[in-house]
């Protein structure tokens, strides 16, 4: 009878076999699954925005954007893109030294940037359409993101962690399941739980930042925010990447390290151990 699920040390092998890929694509199929995995976040990030804004008591504001914001990620997982976060578990196959440093980072940077142009442009096709007018959806948009901008070097690193980790447990849970329930199911509970914290993700701030400043252009939208004048002058573009950066290595530290890595550590390294201590016994 057939599982209905892998294994963990099934699931493992996959990553590896999945990185190798990832790895080897052509730079311009990387590039192009990079935006649309950034096009499809931002339209997550959008609607979990308009569905919570107008929303006084902060709990259940980001309960109901967190019930909104998955549909990003389940596309991502369904119909196939790159997104950076979860392309950190890449160093799966870097430890078993199936691709290169060089193939990793090169990956990492082409598809970080290809999220950032698909963010980009849903935001621009956002602003474009007037749906910033809707309630106070572009006052909201520059709060998010003058907030974000404000947050300290130290802090936004920890968030990215704790944000990559429950991002790549989403991600390696799904590759378990076998048909699309499983991998719907996999990709909403995580994710429901990491915008319910308010974790960082860097390709969801890529959104976030490129409305925030589109919406700060409009004056109505400034003062819908009533954001406090000093937050509001770190919404800038050096504002934006004294986030970003952060936010970018602990989410490649909670990623890479604290889930790619230590499932390779608990499933390929031990094992390797063992095998080579029963060859000794057997000897």
């Given amino acids: 009878m057939d599982k209905k699920m892998l294994s963990p040390d099934e699931i493992t092998n996959y990553v590896e076999q999945v990185g190798v890929k ?26 979990s925005s308009v569905a919570s804004h107008g929303i006084s008591d902060p709990g259940l504001q980001k309960f109901v954007a967190g ?50 142009i698909g963010a980009a442009f849903v935001a621009i096709l956002v602003f474009e359409s007037g749906l910033l007018s809707t309630g106070n959806v572009g006052g909201y948009a520059i709060k998010v993101a003058a907030a974000k901008a404000s947050m300290d070097f130290v802090p936004a690193i920890a ?5 990559n980790v429950i991002v790549c447990v989403c991600v390696w849970g799904s590759y378990a399941a076998k048909d699309v329930t499983g991998k719907i199911f996999m990709g909403f509970f995580p994710i429901f739980a990491f ?52 936010v970018t290595i602990g989410n490649i530290i909670g990623g890479a390290v604290c889930i790619g890595l230590v499932y390779w550590f608990i499933y390929r390294k031990c094992n390797k151990k063992n095998i080579e201590i029963r060859e000794k016994l057997s000897a």
């Fill in 22 to 47: 990832k790895a080897n694509n052509k730079c311009v199929q990387t590039l192009f699954l990079g935006i649309l995995a950034g096009a499809f976040i931002a339209l997550g990030a959008y609607a």
């Fill in 159 to 163: 968030s990215g962690i704790l944000c």
């Fill in 67 to 116: 019930i909104v914001f998955p549909v990003g990620l389940i596309l991502v997982l369904i119909c196939g893109a790159e997104l950076f976060t979860g392309n950190s578990l890449l160093s799966v196959a870097w430890a078993e030294k199936k691709i290169t440093t060089g193939q990793m980072f090169k990956n990492w940077t082409l598809v970080w940037i290809g999220n950032f």
């Fill in 195 to 246: 915008v319910i914290a308010g974790f960082e993700h860097c390709v969801a701030n890529m959104y976030y930042f490129s409305i925030g400043l589109l919406a700060k252009t409009n004056s109505a939208f400034v003062e819908a925010s009533h954001v406090a004048v000093e937050k509001l002058d770190n919404l800038t573009i050096g504002g934006i990447f004294n986030n970003l950066i952060p």
